[in-house]
């Protein structure tokens, strides 16, 4: 009923830039807090970035300065944009979002498929 489609990964050279994307679409009231995870082979999945509804961010200090979340309410979209990316950013990048599907529903996390990021040094 609910889905998060994320685009956007790929390949790049260690410096360069990219942005993701992840569109919720379904049935949705409203989205609380959205947020990028990333997981790399052998590696626990992270917390890289999140937002609350209202636009308060915080971010893992490996990647402060450098990456920049977003969202568009009235898209039900979260972005993340990415500069001086380093060989050890490369990992599957996930978009997480507590959505409340009613107005009487408490809200639950769902997750994108993830999508991949390679950075070459």
């Known amino acids: 009923q609910v889905q998060l489609v994320e685009a956007g990964g790929g390949l790049v050279q260690a410096g360069g830039s990219l942005t993701l994307s992840c569109a919720a679409s379904?049935?949705?009231?409203?989205?609380?807090?959205m947020a990028w995870y990333r997981q790399a082979p052998g590696k626990q999945r992270e917390l890289v970035a999140a937002i609350t509804s209202g636009g308060s961010t915080n971010y893992a200090d490996s990647v402060k300065d450098r990456f920049t979340i977003s969202r568009d309410n009235a898209k039900n979209t979260v972005y993340l944009q990415m500069n001086s990316l380093k060989p050890e950013d490369a990992a599957v990048y996930y978009c997480n979002a507590d959505i409340r599907q009613r107005y009487y529903s408490g809200s639950v996390p769902y997750w994108g498929q993830g999508t991949q990021v390679t950075v070459s040094s």
């Open positions: 379904g049935r949705i009231f409203s989205i609380n807090a």
